[in-house]
Each structure stands twice: as C-alpha cells, then as structure tokens.
C-alpha cells in the first residue's frame, strides 16, 4: 500500500516558551529529529515536512537537508514544505501537507507530531499496516486507550475530508465523527508524550536518559554471560 507520510512541525512552541523542535536531547540530535527519523525510518514511501517558513531548519541533520527536496520529486525521501499560514491554526499546516501529499497520488497518508519522539518506526509501520489489512476502515489511530491519537492514517478518500477542516480543527474531529469508520492500534503510553510544556519536556528527556542506563546496563550483563 502506498503510504506517504506528514510530519506536521510548524506548531509555535508557546505553551513551552522556546523552540521545542531543536530542543537537544540526550544522543545529541535535536527533538523533531527524533521524531522526523521514525518517519523516515519507517516503511513509508515518503515523508513530507510541514514547518514555518521561517524556520532556519538549524534543528535538522546536514545529511537530511542536503539530501531533502523542496518541490515534488517522485523519488525524493524527504520533502520539506513550508505552511505560510501556519498561525491561522493547525488545519492550515495539515492541508499543506494533505496537498503536497496528493502529488504522490498514494492510497493513504499517515501523519504524526513534529514532538513525539518516543515515537518508533515500528509503530508507524504498525499503522500502516492496520490500514492494509481492515481494508473497510477509513483510518487508523494510533491509541494509549483513551481514543485515536496521532499518528494515524486515513486512506485517500479522507482527503476531501481532511481539507475541510479550518482553524485549529485536527484530524480528532474526523476521528470523533460517526460518518468514519476506524480502527485502533494500541501502543505505549511513552509514544504519545510531547513536549507542550517544561514538566512534559523533562518527563521525556528523564525517560530518555534512564532507558538509555538500561540499555547500557543489559549490555554489560550479556557482555558477561
């Protein structure tokens, strides 16, 4: 199944006060990268990014912007594409990239958070797949049990529907109506955090760190078996 993805970052920070997407965690690579690189890590066939226009990108890696493109490009891994109206609500920044996507002509879209970066490229793949496989249903949600939740795909003919959304209207409100039909896939509760405010960001970059003394724990202990 064909299967474009949108990451949609051009949110403003203001709950935060500062620039969450370039927000340094603990490897080195900046937040949005983390999230980003799922995307891109994933199955999907491409991945459009929907930032400010005036976002220097300073937050993504050399090798992402030199290899991204800017246009539509049918083989291009990676498209950056900037919402000019991005202030007017985050319906302005999912229809740019809904549009861009359609260049592609996919059977479906799959959009995340520019701030999940717990987020894994195996939850998106699982995503898509529910997609493939309950081939009745108009999107698939991602869900920590307590309803649809980014990230979630909708089939192509949810587009018309997606577009029609204005203001801060999301896909939530698509996913709360009972014209659509969908399905839920459900994942770690960590996969859904964001980095809206200080205390979220701490909780994340807190997790992030002990995961990683885990990890490095484990490998000692096998090291020794």
Known sequence: MRMTGIVLAAGRSSRLGRDKLSVVMPDGRSLATWSLEAALDSDLDQVICVVKPEDSLAWLPVKWIDSATYVYHPTARLRIVACADYACGMANSLHSGVLSAMEYKPEGILMLLGDQPLLKAQDINRVT?????????????ATDGEGGKPPVAFRSHMFGPLL???GDEGARKIMRSTNYSGVHVP??????????????LKRILSHVTESGRQTIYQEKINNHV
């Open 187 to 200: 994942l770690p509760e960590t996969r859904f955090w964001d980095a809206d405010t200080e205390p979220e």
């Open 129 to 141: 797949a529910a997609l493939a496989t309950h081939k009745l249903c108009d999107y698939v949600a």
């Open 164 to 166: 029609s959304l204005h």
